[in-house]
């Protein structure tokens, strides 16, 4: 492994404004790394190789007439195959939009691109961004870099992996019920989902639109800071953005000091259905942050206990609702258009032939759950549980700064063993899926491996809306903690992809 893509991206920057290495170097490094590993792991749908040497190039012509660029600038990125980058298929990992080409760019793409981002290609995703596992994805599945043989996580598996997997230093995800820090969690990487409203949605394919949310993904907490504070802020393309200017979440990051940090636990997120190597490392991160100074205490969110259900009539309504653009008449895919056929028929045939089961299942979920005679009895009552769910974070935060759980009940699970039984995949984001209803902030952060299988373990914090810097602070003195007790990042002992390493002796 070349030791460039070893770096973070804090310091493959330095070394680019410093003239120690040129953009176009780390550019090809990563690309390099990509053709080596991406068979094995499919990070990525697409590689756009050419522009990103380009874009690589305009960086190092900047640093040579001694312009000042901005802390990421030169780093090469993989952008979740949702957002719309100009000249570039964006796919959703679905067969219905094959093909298709965005005229726009979404606006975090354009931020990435005035920042100076090296934009490589587009990550791998489950189709529309539902599921938990990118086993829902058109094009195949991407592979846990830890272990060839299980799943990423999802929905932004693709995301997470090529980070995980060192094919690129980050990564930008969508997260609308854990799609950011669940992969986070079962990569051993950092994932964030912004408060809702604190990044752009513009240009963003939309799956529920009142929880989707852009975030980073990162392999150590300053560079998903660095990351978020590239793309945060206020846009006025997006009705739902916030007009206040993003909290600091870079120093945040960089404070590690959380004595008088009053921590809740929530009492709801564990126990029943939770591996006992999760509940083994998070019961020790706690031990740790009370360590560090922090006051622990235990709250009860009782109405957690519905969050699922809730998600599972919200965003299938609003799926519903967004897919319905999708009919062969205006993007990608277009079937049965003979001459004989009516537009019906074609909508009809290219709509069956276009989406995946789980799509098809979501809108058909959402359909139902909007129709007429039950409307209130469905849509109108999770509603409802929706505000009771926020509440109870409202009282919680009454009682302390952040929350903390276990960002998913498990580890990586094998391919196949959640695909046909949905509700056991949904669980998958049962801890999650809270702060999407809420719309407050939250992210994910590696604690260790689970003793039963050697696999990643990650630790959720959640902050309240536009405090999206308390989750950075909790991330950043739990990695210099960690690390310290390690003597290195967990990412270290990740195996090299295709080197089928026991996982045995690897918990820690
Ligand atoms: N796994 C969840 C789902 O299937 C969340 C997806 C997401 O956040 N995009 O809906």
Not at 30 to 52: G, K, M, W
Request: hydrophobic content about 40%.
């Amino acid at each position: 492994m070349s030791s460039t893509i070893k770096q973070t991206a804090a310091e493959l920057a330095r070394r680019i404004a410093a003239g120690e290495q040129s953009s176009e170097e780390v550019t090809q490094a990563h690309l390099d790394r990509i053709a080596q590993v991406d068979t094995d792991v499919h990070a990525f749908l697409a590689i756009d190789a050419e522009r990103a040497l380009q874009q690589a190039r305009a960086v190092d012509a900047k640093v040579a007439a001694g312009e000042r660029l901005g802390p990421l600038a030169g780093v090469p990125i993989g952008v979740k195959d949702l957002f719309c980058y100009q000249g570039l298929p964006t796919t959703a990992a679905s067969r219905i939009l094959e093909g298709w080409i965005p005229p726009y760019n979404s606006t975090v793409v354009d931020r990435l691109l005035a920042a100076g981002l090296v934009i490589l290609g587009k990550t791998n995703l489950d189709e529309f961004a539902m599921g938990s596992s990118t086993e829902s994805s058109a094009y195949g599945p991407t592979r846990n870099p830890w272990d060839l043989e299980r799943i990423p996580g999802g929905s932004g598996g693709g995301s997470s992996a090529c980070v995980a997997a060192f094919e690129a230093p980050l990564a930008i995800g969508t997260d609308t019920g854990g799609s950011i820090r669940q992969p986070a969690a079962v990569t051993g990487t950092v994932g964030t989902k912004p408060t809702y409203g604190g990044v752009s949605r513009f240009g963003v394919i939309a799956m529920a639109s009142s929880l989707d949310q852009p975030g980073p993904c990162a392999r150590n907490v300053l560079d998903a800071a660095l990351l978020h504070e590239v793309i945060g802020g206020h846009d006025p393309a997006d009705s739902t953005s916030i007009d206040s200017p993003l909290p600091d979440v870079v120093a945040a990051a960089r404070k590690a000091d959380i004595k008088g940090l009053r921590i809740g636990v929530v009492h709801e997120l564990g126990g029943e259905g939770y591996a006992p190597g999760v509940e083994q490392r998070f019961a020790e991160a706690v031990e740790l942050l009370s360590g560090l100074g922090a006051d622990i205490v235990e709250v009860s969110c009782p109405h957690f206990d519905y969050a699922l259900a809730t998600y599972y009539l919200i965003m299938p309504a609003e799926v519903s609702s967004n897919l319905s653009r999708y009919d062969g008449m205006r993007y990608g895919l277009r079937v049965g258009d003979d001459g004989s056929a009516s537009t019906e028929q074609v909508m009809r045939f290219s709509r069956a032939a276009g989406f995946g089961d789980e799509a098809k299942r979501r809108i058909m979920i959402g359909t139902y759950a909007l129709s007429a005679g039950y409307y209130d009895a469905y849509y109108g009552s999770a509603q409802k549980m929706r505000t009771l769910i926020a509440r109870d974070f409202a009282n919680a935060f009454g009682k302390c700064d952040v929350l903390i759980s276990p960002t998913a009940p498990t580890t990586a699970f094998k391919f196949g063993e959640r695909t046909n039984d949905p509700m056991a995949m949904y669980k998958s984001d049962l801890c999650t899926i809270p702060a999407n209803l809420a719309g407050i902030s939250a992210a994910s952060f590696p604690i260790g491996l689970a003793a039963e299988d050697g696999l990643p373990v990650g630790l959720q914090v959640m902050a309240p809306a536009m405090a999206d810097d308390r989750c950075y602070l909790l991330g950043g003195a739990l990695e210099a903690a960690l690390n310290d007790r390690w003597g290195s990042p967990l990412l270290d002992r990740i195996p090299e992809v295709g080197q089928a390493a026991g996982r045995e002796g690897r918990t820690r």
